[in-house]
């Protein structure tokens, strides 16, 4: 059987959307103690920068309990709902996230608890990357 180059090239063209649509986003739905004076992110990122896959994971929402709550010796009871972007190599369906650092002068001390759940395919665009040396996601893409 014989393809031409013109049918090939059309090929080729019509898979490239989907090629680019390649990552899958995870939510997850987290509970967490924290200290009160520092950004949860921090605490939440820890928790969840090994599933990382092409970006950072970044907050579509989160809140205090109202009124307030406490764990951990004081710290604030606070939830919300976190994406991350894996790559569809990593993915899996179901996991469950469960982080403690329990480091008494360690600002983002605390604990994570929750589920993440794939809920769409994305576009593996990579905006920032996680640099374990600043634990933050300070590093380029390229």
Not at 100 to 114: A, F, I, L, W
């Amino acid at each position: 059987m014989r393809y031409s180059a013109t049918a090939f090239l059309t090929a080729l063209f019509v898979a490239t959307p989907i090629l680019a649509i390649s990552c899958v986003r995870e939510q997850c739905e987290l509970e967490f103690c924290f200290d009160d004076h520092v950004d949860p992110w921090v605490l939440v990122d820890r928790a969840l920068n090994k599933h990382y896959g092409v970006d950072c994971g970044q907050w579509d929402n989160w809140q205090r309990y109202e009124p307030a709550e406490y764990c951990n010796d004081g710290l604030r009871k606070g939830y919300g709902t976190f994406h991350i972007n894996r790559m569809p190599e990593s993915f899996r369906k179901y996991f469950e996230v469960s982080f403690e650092n329990g480091d008494e002068n360690d600002p983002s001390r605390g604990s994570v608890s929750g589920y993440c759940r794939p809920v769409q395919k994305v576009k593996c665009e990579c905006h920032s990357k996680y640099n374990p040396e600043k634990k933050d996601c300070s590093a380029t893409c390229d």
